[in-house]
């Protein structure tokens, strides 16, 4: 016979396993994977077509961490607007663009990581020759409730340039 306590407990035990979410399945990962990867690129042509100032509010979470180079890391998506609407950085008048080399999908589906190259074109003000800056980054996303992926931490950091395996597809 089990005493009142044990009831309650069993009780408590299956309402509270009836609230944790199925796992998704290796196919349903596999296209959250495939989500992540056309926001990266959407999100890469907004950049290059609206500023990269712009691009970063529009596909932001409202509670964002961005690891900034040399600076403070910005927090929050105020912040971000506020810093967009300076851009004392000059990232109107040069183009960002990158593309995602690996994606990894959290196990329930909701959260992923891409990492990959960045490419910053701009004129030398110096010189003013064309010039490119290489990097790498990474980026976090989380689905939000409409559906949609903010990135919620992002972070880069420059490289000295193409790899040779890279310069050969370039000139393929």
């Not at 529009?58 to 040399?70: C, F, G, P, R, T």
């Amino acid at each position: 016979m089990k005493t009142t306590g044990q009831k309650i407990m069993i009780v408590f035990l299956a309402i509270l396993s009836s609230c944790v979410a199925p796992k998704p399945s290796p196919e349903a990962l596999e296209k959250v994977k495939q989500e992540i990867i056309d926001v990266e690129k959407a999100f890469s042509d907004y950049s290059e077509k609206n500023g990269f100032s712009k691009a970063l509010v529009e596909y932001a979470a409202d509670d964002l961490i961005k690891l900034n180079h040399l600076q403070y890391a910005t927090i929050g998506k105020e912040k971000l607007l506020k810093e967009a609407e300076e851009d004392s950085t000059g990232h109107s008048q040069a183009t960002l663009t990158w593309k995602p080399l690996k994606v990894r999908v959290a196990e329930a589906g909701d959260m992923a990581t891409a990492f990959g190259d960045w490419y910053y074109k701009f004129k030398s003000p110096t010189t003013s020759a064309d010039s490119t800056l290489y990097g790498n980054y990474v980026t976090v996303w989380v689905k939000q409730k409409d559906g949609s992926w903010k990135f919620f931490v992002d972070a880069g950091n420059p490289t000295p340039g193409p790899t040779t395996d890279e310069m050969l597809k370039l000139l393929q």
